[in-house]
């Protein structure tokens, strides 16, 4: 079923006549349109795509299951107050996490009687399963990620600083098709590795150094998450025994995935295997997030996490180590869950 | 006066007894502070701020005039609801501009009878003014920028692909000192000028077309935004003609600033001018924006706008004239506004 279609159904089982869709990834799932500032309402019956100038001749031609309304000489407050009230919506939902509390004062200001009420979720609820056509632009992200680490291998060397590599990460990214970075690129060497939100610096990488390069690929409205660690030299043995505790974390976690199971029993599998081997204070973030229109979404997986895996489901497993004044270890690769089980799509 | 003790003022003159600030732009320029996710409850006593622990160590060792208080065991919406019962505030502001419908609820179900009442731009109107340090910073944002711009410039040539330049012109500026790119480099060849909002295709670039640039840099908290024209070869005459046009609406658009004036007269020296041309319909745009903290914020330069110009201002002039089918120009540089009249930052 397509996403408007299921969304229908939703709002009927809500008691509610419409949604109004504000968050720009919502706003995206829901009509593929891959231009900023444009609102979705969504009716039980008619539907309508909310524009101003710069995108209106594109939604006219790509989006033929929507009415295109277009914003600027009436502002997008009046349009949409108009819409509910010509469609006659008496119970219209907004997206609380989304939209500012000013806009809903302004929204409701201009209503007489009809109710705006928030929910939660309602979209991110659908994101969570990942479409055929979905997968296949989240593996496009993971190989132009996976194109330009590669490239990179041969230019990480002595003396070269992490803010320098990040750039050249970054760059390499892009010529491999990116739109633009999912996130400022994280590139650690030696000790800095230790801080899992550390930022690169002007430091210049020495031999006998691990390097840590984390990094998203944004292209066609989805993103990839990585990250690789890179050896120079001759590596020190603390470092060595936590990359392979943390490579032996990732293969049980991974082999763990399954339908039906909860979440939190994969975070688990790695943590207690990390646990037995000595470094249960030195793993302190969960084990993995969703990917998918945004870098950060649902599903979480976590000690904590209820979610109950299902086939379509896209996240990464990253267990780490992080020991301060010695350095750290992560690897992040990502997962589909698959009818039968697991697929790694990273490698 | 320093912003804190600004705010306390107004505060004072608004009858509140506290600002909740969790617009990030807002929370930096309040306490300097380079970090995510966290908030600032300026009061007219003490004030907080509000962290997790990626932050707090940092926060602790920086921010001297806040009591520092610690997310993470204790949800962020509790701490804050803590914080204004403990403090004794009746009536407390929050930027209704920025803040989702759904944090006002989660924060107003845990008060007892205190107010938690949306304002508007309490901050935004104190950072329309910049500072001497922030005009030193905004300065450094610039002159990385040029400093790519001038490195880029060997680099355009016929059979590079737009999207190839802007890669390039993103990876230069981070090579130079930026953090990232402020927005996502714009680079349009011939024709393609003629769209204001174009993005860079894999179109190659051709001999005897203009290329625009337009770019941005963010470091250390503050943003620049700069269009350059690169010219290829032997230009069109139309396109000769619309650059010369361009070039001298922006002298006296530039001429035209001064305190004390009102920013559509500077709007309209541009407009005017263009018009007289016989490009009155090729200009659609605003003449320029404020740039500080975020790409775009306040004063808007424009046809309409009633910002009185003051010292201290900093703000693009960008004319542009589009020709559909032939192509356009945009030139786009900084300038502060001084006792005396104008400063260009840019050149």
Redo the contacts between chains.
């Keep these: 079923m397509n996403p408007v279609s299921s969304l229908k159904k939703r709002l009927k089982t809500e008691n509610l006549d419409a949604l109004f869709v504000s968050h720009p990834a919502n706003v995206s799932y829901l009509s593929g349109f891959s231009g900023n500032e444009s609102y979705i309402l969504v009716t039980r019956g008619k539907d309508f795509f909310i524009t101003d100038f710069?995108y209106y001749q594109q939604a006219r031609l790509e989006l033929k299951d929507f009415s295109i309304e277009l914003t600027g000489e009436v502002n997008h407050f009046d349009l949409i107050a108009g819409l509910i009230k010509k469609s006659r919506l008496k119970r219209v939902g907004?997206e609380?996490?989304?939209?500012?509390?000013?806009e809903?004062?302004k929204i409701r200001d201009r209503l007489n009687g009809q109710e705006f009420l928030?929910v939660?979720d309602f979209i991110e609820d659908m994101r969570v399963i990942k479409s055929a056509r979905e997968l296949e632009i989240i593996s496009r992200c993971i190989q132009i990620n996976l194109t330009a680490l590669k490239d990179l291998k041969n230019r990480i060397a002595p003396d070269k600083e992490e803010?320098?590599i990040?750039?050249?990460m970054?760059?390499k990214m892009?010529?491999a098709g990116a739109?633009?970075p999912a996130f400022?690129t994280i590139v650690l060497s030696g000790k800095n590795c230790s801080m899992p939100?550390g930022a690169p610096g002007a430091r210049p990488i020495k031999n006998n150094h691990v390097v840590l390069v984390d990094s998203g690929v944004y292209f066609n409205g989805y993103n990839s998450d990585l990250t690789r660690m890179f050896l120079l030299g001759k590596i020190p043995p603390i470092i060595n025994k936590i990359l392979s505790v943390t490579q032996m974390a990732q293969e049980i976690a991974i082999g763990a995935v399954r339908p039906g199971i909860t979440a939190s029993v994969v975070d688990m599998a790695a943590r207690d295997y990390i646990a037995k081997k000595g470094f249960a204070r030195n793993f302190g973030h969960s084990l993995g997030h969703g990917v998918g229109r945004e870098v950060h979404e649902a599903p979480q997986i976590s000690a904590r996490s209820k979610t109950i895996l299902k086939p379509g489901m896209i996240f990464t497993v990253e267990p780490g180590i992080y020991i301060p004044g010695s350095g750290g270890v992560r690897l992040e690769d990502m997962v589909l869950v698959t009818e039968k089980g697991v697929k790694v799509l990273s490698r």
């Excluded at 609380?96 to 000013?102: D, V």
């Design positions: 710069r907004f609380a996490k989304h939209i500012t509390y000013g809903v004062g928030p939660f803010s320098e990040a750039a050249l970054e760059y892009k010529l739109l633009r400022d939100h």
